[in-house]
């Protein structure tokens, strides 16, 4: 069989399956394995946290609709944001880059530039990497982070009764994603922040710590679009999840500029890397009294169907929706989760 | 200025001036950032390890002479040959895979399984990774390990007086890589022999061991050939270094295959995955008695030209040798270091 007849989800499947029957994907200390934002192991007074991704041009970014720092940024950027999925704070990062030869070296250096910013500005060290030569530009950023054992955010756990919650606004990134791709014309505002929500996500990590801090266990990063997360986190905890559309965080301006289709864009739209979280009610609320970024409940935990997510609009069914983003199964180019 | 006038070392250089001037290439905790085997820092009550590399489909490997087991038992073992190389032990690997959508599942689960049976030889868990669709074949592993504050081997610190060593043998690999290159056929003990040389490099994991134990503290692992990575030790120590090249571990099967050239193979042959390590003569001949694997010693630490390697042979200098084999400069395909 072909992987792109099994899916990258069916292939992950396969390979944790294999790992798991060599004896190699579980041991004492670990305690999540493949399948969740980040690796997680019990470290000497800590929880070390690692995760990687893999971006290739042509497939996951173009250099036409994007600069070598919003590149550098973003590839970071995505990394951070499944450390803040565990509730965890980044310490390190090594970048594996593959660049063809005739790329410029100040390309290179303001690649460097993006990531220095966002190293800066969540205290995270650039500690090593490797270079190659690769007939297109790719790049592997790998980050290290560390949590608190018993206080890490995680794919499982969420029960019936609970609510879920959102951070800032979705689909905003998927707007920006068409425009740039489409050529769409906006007024400046509008076409200033399609761009930046698109290019330059910012990831939630001291959001995710208020959340741990309030006692929420439950969370993932928007990188595949709403329904798609929610339903790993409805697969890994055995739950069914309703979702109202009326509820959505849609921004203004992409109201404004997308109209009715905005809520395909919240819905299905990938890449925001904002969080999506379960917890009681009086969590969410204190949770959202402490952070000045917006906080929304979006819909709830059922019992039923483990992985199902309905969502609901203008008080009925919208069906099963597309499942999201699948490498392999899609031309459709995006940023890996 | 294209990176290939620059070179992948000059980059290196480019980029590490970069990140220190920003401040995010160095921290308090952070022991060895840009510059050495993996990146160090200190932990609670260890130093924890962290190396990557990335490899690519037609610029580092070739499907055509390596099947998909050997391909990821070799790109994991190299990994792991920089955790030797800074006398760690390996924990944790995530594993980014970029895959053509027309690859085989089965052949997906042959790479795992080739990871799989170096994992369970050397106690490592894959506890995670990412998955994406790209033209071509790319692996980009992570290693995670750990070793103990003041045991690390390092690239500096090499003294003059000091003796070099280095583990089994030297130019097999490059050997097996021209057999299989050129088609060159030998009786079948020295195929099999060349072509495990090449394709099923095994880390020197306890071999770093017994360096740390005995007290050594400097050392590298043969990426780029022995004179490439001894002038990284000697550009790091700020010392020169001498080769006796009659004093070079070549195994008889490549000296009988190859003759001659075996000595060229020896000196600028790269991916042996040996270790190189500077120390004292007393301690190289402790940890010689000490292991299995052969221990040679091939020259000797110098005052002088900073990163400098002279080759003497039958008595009189060989000259510089070229410096072993530099991405973007060369289009010599190579596994990266």
């Known amino acids: 069989m072909k992987i792109r007849e099994l899916g990258e989800f069916g292939l992950l499947e396969e ?3 294999v790992v798991k029957e060599a004896g190699v994907g579980q041991g004492p200390d670990l305690l999540l394995g493949i ?30 609709t994007m600069s070598w720092r919003e590149l550098g940024w973003k590839s970071l950027a995505v990394n951070l944001s499944d450390i803040a999925a565990m509730g965890g704070q980044p310490s390190q990062a090594v970048i594996s880059l593959g660049l063809p030869e005739d790329v410029e070296v100040e390309q290179v250096l303001e690649l460097y530039q993006g990531m220095i910013g966002l190293a800066k ?27 608190k054992e018993g206080q890490l955010l995680t794919r499982s756990g969420a029960r019936p009764g609970q609510l879920i919650g959102v951070t800032g606004y979705l689909g905003s990134a998927a707007a920006g994603l068409q425009m740039l791709r489409e050529g769409l014309e906006f007024d400046p505002e509008i076409t200033l922040y399609l761009r930046q929500a698109h290019l330059h996500p910012v990831p939630r990590i001291a959001e995710a710590q208020k959340l741990v801090q309030e006692g929420i266990r439950v969370a993932i990063d928007v990188s595949d679009g709403l329904v798609a997360d929610l339903r790993h986190i409805c697969q890994a905890s055995g739950v069914e999840a309703e979702v109202e559309a009326e509820n959505l965080p849609v921004h203004p301006l992409v109201r404004s500029a997308f109209g009715e289709a905005s809520l395909r864009l919240a819905l299905a739209g990938g890449e925001d890397y904002e969080l999506i979280f379960v917890g009681e009610e009086e969590k969410i609320q204190r949770v959202r009294q402490q952070m000045s970024t917006p906080v929304s409940i979006v819909g709830r935990i059922l019992p039923g169907e483990a ?23 899609s031309g459709k180019a995006t940023w890996s989760c």
Chains 1, 2 share one sequence.
């Open 121 to 147: 500005e969540f205290n995270l060290l650039l500690s090593g990497g490797d270079l190659t030569a690769s007939p297109m530009v790719i790049i592997s950023p790998t980050v290290a982070g560390y949590g």
């Open 35 to 64: 399948g969740d934002d980040a690796s997680a192991w019990l470290g000497l007074g800590r929880v070390e946290l690692l995760t990687t991704d893999i971006l290739v041009e042509g497939v996951h970014f173009d250099l036409k």
């Open 15 to 17: 390979l944790s399956r």
């Open 307 to 329: 992985g199902k997510v309905k969502v609901l609009h203008q008080g009925s069914s919208l069906g099963e929706l597309e499942s999201g983003w699948e490498h392999f199964k």
